[in-house]
């Protein structure tokens, strides 16, 4: 991806000019350039448009030097083994979005390239045919590359992942090992393996190290050593499909991994995910007060974090395991009410005594495993 450099220029002669050290994208220095107190900067692409638009300035759009590139590390101790598969790597190619790119993270302002050297360098002597995008973005060829490789992993809601199985599951080769990352596993893993093809196996899987937030802005290394990885296996699957899901864990560096069934991880997750993110809306629903944050302390910020949800999937996830996340709520609520009697009743023991033992059960979080 090559990227442009956004110049603005004053209209003071260059020998009166003051300069002045800023940080990129420091929107102080977009503040000093707008009163006059600095005469030339580049300007961050964020700030591009609004700067423009303005006609205190003289503004120069120009091609930089730089390329961004996506480097493939085959001998990764963490990934290597996997994408040192031809098909493998291929099929990244093919899932990737240039334009999408382009417009994500350059504004729509780069030039998607198809060489780590600028195309306008004389030494990389571009042709036309060099600049047409070898390998366009197209998912379904990538899924079909992945499938050929001989494992799959459907990073899709529940009702996606089995539309996606219905449609394409036909394609899937004998021979393959599937898995998923759905939140939910009841109504998800047993639908699965009815839609898998002869010879090949569906194992359902949760790995649990996501964020509140979602979205490639938001994607970066995670240290994937202290979040559980959850298989959920059937008596349907093999030996070889339990291996493939392990040693998948394994390779993206997870140490806690643990087998439930469908039911058991649903009735699970109800309580030590759903619940959670149930009563961090909750909170922020309870009240309008639009001035909590200049006054809020960690605690309100630690227990909210969660609050920035992905209403799309978190709302397919509630309905899903409904009847366990409604068990948990009640008695949620139960607690909560002792706690709230406690106060009616003036009970200070009582009181104390919820306190010591949340902080007897919470303990067992803090230990190093």
């Not at 964020?46 to 120009?62: G, L, R």
């Not at 010879?199 to 979602?214: C, L, Q, R, T």
């Not at 009240?287 to 630690?302: I, K, M, P, Q, V």
Request: with cysteine.
């Amino acid at each position: 991806m090559k990227q442009s450099i956004f110049t603005i220029l004053s209209n003071t002669p260059l020998t009166d000019c003051v300069y002045k050290m800023a940080l990129s994208g420091d929107t102080s220095a977009i503040t000093a350039l707008q009163n006059g107190e600095v005469d030339y900067m580049v300007v961050p692409i964020s700030y591009w448009e609004d700067v423009k638009s303005t006609d205190k300035f003289t503004c120069v759009e120009k091609q930089s030097n730089e390329v961004m590139t996506f480097c493939i590390n085959i001998e990764s101790p963490t990934y290597g083994s996997i994408l040192q598969n031809d098909k493998v790597r291929l099929a990244i190619m093919y899932a990737i979005d240039r334009d999408g790119v382009n417009k994500l993270v350059c504004d729509g302002y780069g030039t998607p390239t198809y060489m780590y050297i600028n195309p306008n360098y004389a030494a990389a002597a571009p042709t036309a045919d060099s600049l047409k995008n070898p390998i366009p973005f197209d998912l379904n060829k990538a899924k079909e590359l992945l499938a050929e490789a001989g494992y799959v992993v459907l990073g899709l809601y529940p009702t996606a992942l089995l539309d996606w199985l219905k449609q394409y599951g036909s394609l899937l080769p004998a021979g393959c090992l599937v898995t998923d990352t759905c939140g939910v596993k009841t109504g998800v893993v047993d639908a699965a393996q009815a839609l898998m093809p002869e010879g090949v196996e569906f194992i359902g899987s949760h790995p649990m190290a996501g964020k509140e937030v979602s979205g490639v802005t938001n994607a970066h290394l995670v240290d994937f050593a202290p979040a559980n990885f959850i298989i959920t296996p059937t008596e349907k699957n093999t030996e070889a499909g339990l291996t493939f899901a392990w040693s998948l864990a394994e390779t993206l560096g997870f140490q806690h991994i643990t087998t439930l069934t469908p039911a058991e991880h649903d009735q699970m997750i109800g309580y030590v995910s759903q619940l959670t993110h149930a009563i961090a809306v909750s909170l922020m629903c309870a009240s309008d007060n639009g001035r909590l944050a200049e006054y809020t302390g960690d605690s309100f910020r630690d227990l909210t974090r969660i609050a920035r949800i992905n209403a799309q999937m978190w709302a397919e996830l509630f309905l899903w395991n409904r009847d366990n996340l409604m068990k948990e709520i009640d008695q949620f609520e139960g607690a909560l009410t002792r706690l709230r009697a406690c106060l009616e009743n003036g009970d200070r023991e009582g009181l104390e005594a919820m306190f010591r033992l949340s902080t007897q059960r919470r303990a067992v979080f803090d230990k190093k495993q």
